[in-house]
């Protein structure tokens, strides 16, 4: 069972919350970190792995022209793969991933290149709680998807529990 | 890099063939098993967790009335999950999984009984490709996941390169 994971189950349970997440880079690996956590199915929804591009207009709806314009490794997309997939869950938060594990660049943009958005539930006459990170991380193939869990699974207990 | 995955890729890839995956019990983890291979993002195209039940029908279009009536681990489950799947993917081959891990039992199922479907090309005036087989895997719910993946790779080896 991977701790970070423990914590953000407990955290979301305690709270009667729910959770969907949209992979790109990770590839379901942050779908499969949170269910090594028994009990997990009371909080994680699941989500979508939109691996290849076309999946994310497809599973998601994230609008080509955004995709085109700013690539699939940028904020935008990140964005709105979170909202697609708030749009299609109805999950309390979400977490989307995009980026380059390597070895090799994709689309101009250098292998540990992440972005990631944590998107907060939407409640009638507040504004809704919405992060994006740019990360660049070192490694191999392997260590950057690893790095890309924790790192995801961090920001989303920084704004959920917020110290 | 998993071995199996490799091969999985590799075969794939030498039919130009595509894959995705629908995934329950795992989590993401088939996925996130294929993605360990460098190149994976030429053959996989992700797919959907539908870890929560309502995911299965929002996600995959899995019909309430199948669920209730069979459970959602169960043959038939398994086959909608793959066949909504590839009716909004487009993918060549799919694999569905559906199953329990544990620890506790769930909706009078053990955990280690697993359901998978490979699902196979749709190509005009000839029969469609649709293997389904149940497993009583032993072990923790670490243990059942990682069979479940194994297994599941293995079944569409078996079907993409007959021996």
Redesign the interface.
């Known amino acids: 069972?991977n701790e970070l994971a423990s914590k953000v189950i407990k955290t979301l349970r305690e709270r009667s919350l729910?959770i969907?997440?949209a992979?790109?880079i990770?590839?379901?690996?942050?779908?499969?970190t949170?269910?090594?956590v028994?009990g997990?199915?009371k909080i994680?929804?699941?989500?979508?792995?939109?691996?290849?591009t076309?999946?994310k207009s497809?599973?998601l709806g994230v609008p080509d022209d955004i995709m085109r314009e700013h690539t699939v490794v940028s904020e935008e997309v990140a964005i709105e793969m979170a909202v697609g997939l708030q749009n299609?869950?109805n999950a309390d938060w979400v977490i989307a991933v995009t980026g380059v594990?390597?070895?090799?660049p994709q689309d101009g943009h250098e292998p540990g290149e992440v972005w990631i958005c944590v998107l907060g539930p939407r409640i009638p006459s507040l504004p809704q709680s919405r992060q994006v990170e740019r990360f660049d991380f070192e490694g191999d193939?392997?260590s950057v998807?690893l790095q890309t869990v924790d790192a995801a699974l961090e920001m989303l207990l920084r704004v959920v529990s917020p110290v």
Chains 1, 2 share one sequence.
């Open positions: 069972m729910h969907a997440v992979e790109s990770t590839g379901g690996l942050i779908g499969a949170l269910t090594t028994p997990a199915s994680y929804l699941g989500g979508v792995v939109s691996y290849a076309r999946l497809a599973l299609r869950t594990a390597g070895p090799d193939r392997d998807r």
